[in-house]
C-alpha cells in the first residue's frame, strides 16, 4: 500500500494564499483542507470560501492545458498541434531574436494580471532583453494609490483595522464580502459587531454596506468631490489634529483655502449624498481616534479622477493625525529581505528614450517620473518597485502594434492574463493581437486570449509550484509556501519558461538559480533562514513600528517624511514642477445626456468568481450562472425593466448582454459584471469563447489621450451609457 503524506501548502486562487493541508500519494493530491496553523490562522475563515473546495477539480479538470501547443492553422482557427517544451522554446527564442535584429529590443511586450502568481522573474528577462514594455492594469489597479501615498507621505501605508482598537472605519470603494471574503472580511464584519462606526461609500448597496453605521451612495466618479466635502467640514470646523499639522504638514494653509467651494451642500449637488451625512460622516471620522480609512479599486478607476480623490484621502489621514499610528494606518517599510525590484534587475536597465510608450506624456508613470519621486524616497533608502511604477500604457502597446509608432511592438507574452477580456476596448485588443507576428500565452486555461496565440503553453497550478508573496517589495512582508505535489503532465512553473528562454538568449550568467525554489530561497537569505524554514510558518513579518517620523536621525533630529519637506506634503511643488495640481482637484465630472442617459460602472467582484477566472468550474457557474447588471429598482422602473430580463447595455463603444439585478444603489446608474465570458462556446473565431457576447470591455475605452496624464488611469467608474430590452 501506497504511503500518503499530508504536505503544508497554500491555496492561489486569490492574493491571499491562505495556509492549506494536502493529503498526497504517489504524486498526486487526494484531499485539501484548511490548516489552522498557517495564515489566516483560522479555519472558520476558510470555511467560509467558496474557492479553495475546488482545488481537487482545477488540479485535474478536463479544459486544462497540460503540453505545450503550437498553432497550426490560421490565427484564431483552433487548430493546434502538441510539441515538446524544447521545441517551443526554441522555436519561440530563434523568432524572438529574428525580430530584435529587424526591430530592436522595444519589438517585444508583455502582459500581466493578478497577484496570484510572481511576476519578476517576467522583468527579469525584459531588462535583460532590453525591453521597456512590460503593460498590465496598474493603471487602474494598485499603482494609483502607491504613487500618492507615495508623494504625499514619502512612503505607501497599509491600512490597519483592528476592532479592539481602532475607532471608527470608512471603507471606501471596496466590499470585501465579495472581492475579499478572507480574514480581511471577517475583521470587517467583527468590527461591526462591535457597534463602532463604519463608514461604507459605495453607489451600490452591498453587503459591506450592510455592516455599515451610516452608507453613502455616491454617484459614479465624484469620489475626490465627497472626499473633499469631508475635509472642508474637519477644517471648518477644527476638527483636525492641530498639533500634527502645525509639526508635520506641508501646505495647511493653502489646503485652508482650497477647501473654501466644497461646502457639504455643494457636496450633495455634484454627489448625490446629502449634505448632513456628509457632515455626520466628517465628524464620526475626526472625532473618533484612531481611524481607518480604507480605500479599494473603485478608486483607482476613476479616470482623470482617480488622482485627486486618491490626494484628497491621503490629506484626510494626515490632517486627523491618522497616520502611522496604531489602529489607523502603518507607514510600511522595505523588507529586510531581497525585494523584487533587485530581483528584476531593473536599477541596470533604464530608458530615457522618449520615443517609449510609457515615456511621452505621462509624468509620474515613466522613467522619469520613477526618477523625481527617488530622490526623495531615497532619503530613507526606500526604493519602490520600478518595472509596476514604470509599466506601459495598455493602448499606445496595442496602437504601437497596429501603427509601429513609437516603435514596431511585434510580439507579445502574455502571462497570468486575459487582455482581450480585461483590458478596455476589446475590438482595439482584438485588431492588435491579430496583427502580431509572435504571440505566446502561458496558461492554466484556454482563454479568448490564448485563442489567437501562436504558442500555448501549460502554466503550473495552485499546488504545484511554490509560492511567494511579497506586495511587491513596498513592505517587510512575505507569505506562501512550498508546493504540494510536482506538476502534473507538463506543467512547469513560469520561473522555468523564463529561465530557459533566457539561456537560449545569452542570458545564461544572470539566471544562476536552476529552479524556482533556489531562486527563492536566494530571495529571503537576508533573512537567514532556508526556503524549508520559511514554510514551517509561510509568513515573514517583524512587529510593526509607529511614529517612525519621530525616530532620530544621525544628526539627532526627528527624521521627519522622505519628502521635499520632510513633512506630509498637503499641497505638493513636485506636481507643481510637472504642471499639475499641488492640490487636489477634480478634474471632470462624470456626464450623461440624451442619447446615454445613466451613468456606468465595472470591475465590482462577484464571488465565486476571480474576475475572469474559474468560468470553466460547473459548481461556480451553477452559483452564478449569468452575467449580471445591477441597478436601482426605480432605475428599472424608469427603463420599463423587470429583475431577471436581459437588456443590452450599450455605450458609444459597443453593447454588450447582461441580465438585470435590482439593489439598493444610486439611481440613474448600473454596475456592470467585469470579466464574462462562455469557456462552453467554440473556443476558435469568430466567437473566441463568446468574448463579443456580455464583456464589459466592448463598451469602454482605454484611450491614452484622454487617460489621466500622470499615472495614465482610463476611466471604469462614470461612464454614460444606455440600457434596452433585449427583443
Given at each position: 500500500m501506497s504511503e500518503r503524506k499530508a504536505v503544508p501548502t497554500n491555496c492561489r486562487f486569490c492574493g491571499y494564499q491562505c495556509g492549506l493541508t494536502a493529503t498526497v500519494e504517489e504524486g498526486r493530491v487526494i484531499k485539501v483542507q484548511p490548516d489552522s496553523s498557517r495564515f489566516p490562522n483560522n479555519a472558520e475563515i476558510l470555511r467560509g470560501c467558496k474557492r479553495w473546495p475546488m482545488i481537487m477539480e482545477v488540479l485535474d479538470h478536463p479544459k486544462r492545458i497540460n503540453y505545450p501547443l503550437k498553432r497550426v492553422g490560421e490565427r484564431g482557427s483552433g487548430q493546434w498541434e502538441q510539441i515538446s517544451w524544447e521545441q517551443a522554446l526554441d522555436e519561440i527564442s530563434l523568432k524572438l531574436q529574428s525580430l530584435k535584429e529587424q526591430y530592436g529590443p522595444e519589438v517585444l511586450a508583455t502582459s500581466i494580471g493578478g497577484p496570484h502568481t510572481t511576476f519578476w522573474p517576467l522583468h527579469r528577462f525584459l531588462s535583460l532583453f532590453g525591453s521597456p514594455n512590460n503593460m498590465g492594469i496598474g493603471q487602474i489597479c494598485w499603482n494609483p494609490g502607491i504613487w500618492v501615498n507615495t508623494l504625499t507621505y514619502g512612503w505607501p501605508v497599509d491600512m490597519e483595522l483592528d476592532p479592539g482598537l481602532t475607532e471608527c472605519a470608512i471603507l471606501w470603494g471596496v466590499n470585501p464580502s465579495h472581492s475579499d471574503n478572507s480574514l480581511f472580511w471577517h475583521t470587517v464584519k467583527e468590527f461591526s459587531r462591535r457597534g463602532k462606526p463604519l463608514i461604507v461609500i459605495d453607489p451600490r448597496y452591498t453587503e459591506t454596506a450592510a455592516q455599515g453605521t451610516l452608507w453613502l451612495p455616491l454617484r459614479p466618479g465624484t469620489d475626490a468631490v465627497l472626499a473633499l466635502g469631508l475635509l472642508h467640514v474637519i477644517v471648518q470646523e477644527k476638527l483636525y489634529d492641530e498639533d500634527f499639522v502645525n509639526n508635520w504638514c506641508y501646505g495647511f494653509k493653502e489646503l485652508e483655502e482650497h477647501l473654501t467651494a466644497y461646502n457639504p451642500t455643494y457636496v450633495e449637488e455634484i454627489t448625490g449624498v446629502k449634505a448632513e451625512d456628509v457632515s455626520k460622516a466628517a465628524r464620526l471620522y475626526a472625532q473618533s481616534t484612531p481611524a481607518c480609512l480604507y480605500s479599494g479599486r473603485g478608486i483607482d478607476q476613476l479616470g482623470l479622477n482617480s488622482f485627486p480623490a486618491h490626494r484628497a484621502l491621503a490629506i484626510l489621514r494626515a490632517i486627523t493625525g491618522n497616520l502611522d499610528l496604531p489602529g489607523a494606518s502603518h507607514l510600511s517599510e522595505m523588507p529586510d529581505f531581497y525585494p523584487e525590484l533587485d530581483l528584476e534587475l531593473s536599477e541596470s536597465f533604464t530608458t530615457t528614450d522618449p520615443r517609449s510608450v510609457n515615456q511621452e506624456q505621462l509624468k509620474l508613470q515613466s522613467y522619469g517620473g520613477y526618477g523625481k519621486v527617488r530622490e526623495y524616497t531615497m532619503k530613507h533608502n526606500k526604493r519602490l518597485p520600478m518595472r509596476y511604477m514604470t509599466s506601459a500604457h495598455p493602448n499606445r502597446v496595442w496602437k504601437a502594434m497596429l501603427t509601429g509608432e513609437p516603435y514596431p511592438i511585434r510580439s507579445m507574452i502574455v502571462m497570468a492574463s486575459n487582455p482581450l477580456l480585461t483590458q478596455g476596448d476589446t475590438y482595439l485588443v482584438y485588431q492588435a493581437l491579430k496583427s502580431l507576428d509572435l504571440l505566446v500565452v502561458l496558461e492554466l486555461f484556454e482563454t479568448p486570449t490564448s485563442m489567437l496565440a501562436d504558442y500555448i503553453l501549460p502554466s503550473a497550478g495552485v499546488l504545484e509550484r511554490p509560492l511567494l508573496e511579497t506586495k511587491a517589495g513596498v513592505a517587510n512582508i512575505a507569505y506562501g509556501g512550498d508546493q504540494a505535489v510536482e506538476p502534473y503532465y507538463e506543467r512547469k512553473p513560469d520561473y522555468y519558461f523564463w529561465r530557459e528562454l533566457g539561456l537560449r538568449l545569452d542570458q545564461g550568467k544572470d539566471w544562476p538559480w536552476e529552479?524556482?525554489?533556489?531562486?527563492?530561497?536566494?530571495?529571503?537569505?537576508?533573512?537567514?533562514?532556508?526556503?524549508?524554514?520559511?514554510?514551517?510558518?509561510?509568513?515573514?513579518?517583524?512587529?510593526?513600528?509607529?511614529?517612525?517620523?519621530?525616530?532620530?536621525?544621525?544628526?539627532?533630529?526627528?527624521?521627519?517624511?522622505?519628502?521635499?519637506?520632510?513633512?506630509?506634503?498637503?499641497?505638493?511643488?513636485?506636481?507643481?514642477?510637472?504642471?499639475?495640481?499641488?492640490?487636489?482637484?477634480?478634474?471632470?465630472?462624470?456626464?450623461?445626456?440624451?442619447?446615454?442617459?445613466?451613468?456606468?460602472?465595472?470591475?465590482?467582484?462577484f464571488q465565486p468568481y476571480y474576475a475572469s477566472s474559474y468560468h470553466q468550474l460547473d459548481r461556480f457557474r451553477r452559483m452564478h450562472p449569468e452575467p449580471i447588471v445591477e441597478m436601482s429598482p426605480e432605475t428599472g422602473r424608469k427603463l420599463g425593466l423587470e429583475e431577471g430580463c436581459f437588456v443590452y447595455v450599450e455605450t458609444e463603444r459597443g453593447k454588450a448582454r447582461f441580465m438585470t439585478r435590482f439593489i439598493p444603489m444610486c439611481d440613474d446608474a448600473v454596475s456592470v459584471e467585469y470579466g464574462w465570458w462562455y469557456p462552453e462556446a467554440k473556443a476558435a473565431e469568430p466567437e473566441l469563447g463568446g468574448v463579443w457576447l456580455s464583456n464589459v470591455n466592448l463598451l469602454t475605452s482605454g484611450d491614452f489621450e484622454t487617460s489621466d496624464p500622470l499615472i495614465g488611469t482610463w476611466t471604469y467608474n462614470g461612464s454614460a451609457c444606455r440600457v434596452r430590452k433585449e427583443k
Amino acid at each position: 500500500m501506497s504511503e500518503r503524506k499530508a504536505v503544508p501548502t497554500n491555496c492561489r486562487f486569490c492574493g491571499y494564499q491562505c495556509g492549506l493541508t494536502a493529503t498526497v500519494e504517489e504524486g498526486r493530491v487526494i484531499k485539501v483542507q484548511p490548516d489552522s496553523s498557517r495564515f489566516p490562522n483560522n479555519a472558520e475563515i476558510l470555511r467560509g470560501c467558496k474557492r479553495w473546495p475546488m482545488i481537487m477539480e482545477v488540479l485535474d479538470h478536463p479544459k486544462r492545458i497540460n503540453y505545450p501547443l503550437k498553432r497550426v492553422g490560421e490565427r484564431g482557427s483552433g487548430q493546434w498541434e502538441q510539441i515538446s517544451w524544447e521545441q517551443a522554446l526554441d522555436e519561440i527564442s530563434l523568432k524572438l531574436q529574428s525580430l530584435k535584429e529587424q526591430y530592436g529590443p522595444e519589438v517585444l511586450a508583455t502582459s500581466i494580471g493578478g497577484p496570484h502568481t510572481t511576476f519578476w522573474p517576467l522583468h527579469r528577462f525584459l531588462s535583460l532583453f532590453g525591453s521597456p514594455n512590460n503593460m498590465g492594469i496598474g493603471q487602474i489597479c494598485w499603482n494609483p494609490g502607491i504613487w500618492v501615498n507615495t508623494l504625499t507621505y514619502g512612503w505607501p501605508v497599509d491600512m490597519e483595522l483592528d476592532p479592539g482598537l481602532t475607532e471608527c472605519a470608512i471603507l471606501w470603494g471596496v466590499n470585501p464580502s465579495h472581492s475579499d471574503n478572507s480574514l480581511f472580511w471577517h475583521t470587517v464584519k467583527e468590527f461591526s459587531r462591535r457597534g463602532k462606526p463604519l463608514i461604507v461609500i459605495d453607489p451600490r448597496y452591498t453587503e459591506t454596506a450592510a455592516q455599515g453605521t451610516l452608507w453613502l451612495p455616491l454617484r459614479p466618479g465624484t469620489d475626490a468631490v465627497l472626499a473633499l466635502g469631508l475635509l472642508h467640514v474637519i477644517v471648518q470646523e477644527k476638527l483636525y489634529d492641530e498639533d500634527f499639522v502645525n509639526n508635520w504638514c506641508y501646505g495647511f494653509k493653502e489646503l485652508e483655502e482650497h477647501l473654501t467651494a466644497y461646502n457639504p451642500t455643494y457636496v450633495e449637488e455634484i454627489t448625490g449624498v446629502k449634505a448632513e451625512d456628509v457632515s455626520k460622516a466628517a465628524r464620526l471620522y475626526a472625532q473618533s481616534t484612531p481611524a481607518c480609512l480604507y480605500s479599494g479599486r473603485g478608486i483607482d478607476q476613476l479616470g482623470l479622477n482617480s488622482f485627486p480623490a486618491h490626494r484628497a484621502l491621503a490629506i484626510l489621514r494626515a490632517i486627523t493625525g491618522n497616520l502611522d499610528l496604531p489602529g489607523a494606518s502603518h507607514l510600511s517599510e522595505m523588507p529586510d529581505f531581497y525585494p523584487e525590484l533587485d530581483l528584476e534587475l531593473s536599477e541596470s536597465f533604464t530608458t530615457t528614450d522618449p520615443r517609449s510608450v510609457n515615456q511621452e506624456q505621462l509624468k509620474l508613470q515613466s522613467y522619469g517620473g520613477y526618477g523625481k519621486v527617488r530622490e526623495y524616497t531615497m532619503k530613507h533608502n526606500k526604493r519602490l518597485p520600478m518595472r509596476y511604477m514604470t509599466s506601459a500604457h495598455p493602448n499606445r502597446v496595442w496602437k504601437a502594434m497596429l501603427t509601429g509608432e513609437p516603435y514596431p511592438i511585434r510580439s507579445m507574452i502574455v502571462m497570468a492574463s486575459n487582455p482581450l477580456l480585461t483590458q478596455g476596448d476589446t475590438y482595439l485588443v482584438y485588431q492588435a493581437l491579430k496583427s502580431l507576428d509572435l504571440l505566446v500565452v502561458l496558461e492554466l486555461f484556454e482563454t479568448p486570449t490564448s485563442m489567437l496565440a501562436d504558442y500555448i503553453l501549460p502554466s503550473a497550478g495552485v499546488l504545484e509550484r511554490p509560492l511567494l508573496e511579497t506586495k511587491a517589495g513596498v513592505a517587510n512582508i512575505a507569505y506562501g509556501g512550498d508546493q504540494a505535489v510536482e506538476p502534473y503532465y507538463e506543467r512547469k512553473p513560469d520561473y522555468y519558461f523564463w529561465r530557459e528562454l533566457g539561456l537560449r538568449l545569452d542570458q545564461g550568467k544572470d539566471w544562476p538559480w536552476e529552479t524556482y525554489r533556489e531562486a527563492l530561497e536566494y530571495s529571503l537569505s537576508p533573512l537567514g533562514i532556508t526556503w524549508e524554514e520559511f514554510c514551517q510558518t509561510g509568513l515573514y513579518c517583524t512587529e510593526n513600528n509607529y511614529f517612525k517620523f519621530l525616530e532620530q536621525d544621525q544628526g539627532g533630529n526627528p527624521q521627519g517624511f522622505a519628502t521635499r519637506s520632510g513633512k506630509v506634503e498637503i499641497y505638493s511643488e513636485l506636481l507643481k514642477e510637472l504642471d499639475e495640481d499641488p492640490l487636489p482637484k477634480p478634474r471632470s465630472f462624470p456626464q450623461v445626456n440624451k442619447e446615454y442617459p445613466l451613468l456606468m460602472m465595472t470591475g465590482a467582484r462577484f464571488q465565486p468568481y476571480y474576475a475572469s477566472s474559474y468560468h470553466q468550474l460547473d459548481r461556480f457557474r451553477r452559483m452564478h450562472p449569468e452575467p449580471i447588471v445591477e441597478m436601482s429598482p426605480e432605475t428599472g422602473r424608469k427603463l420599463g425593466l423587470e429583475e431577471g430580463c436581459f437588456v443590452y447595455v450599450e455605450t458609444e463603444r459597443g453593447k454588450a448582454r447582461f441580465m438585470t439585478r435590482f439593489i439598493p444603489m444610486c439611481d440613474d446608474a448600473v454596475s456592470v459584471e467585469y470579466g464574462w465570458w462562455y469557456p462552453e462556446a467554440k473556443a476558435a473565431e469568430p466567437e473566441l469563447g463568446g468574448v463579443w457576447l456580455s464583456n464589459v470591455n466592448l463598451l469602454t475605452s482605454g484611450d491614452f489621450e484622454t487617460s489621466d496624464p500622470l499615472i495614465g488611469t482610463w476611466t471604469y467608474n462614470g461612464s454614460a451609457c444606455r440600457v434596452r430590452k433585449e427583443k
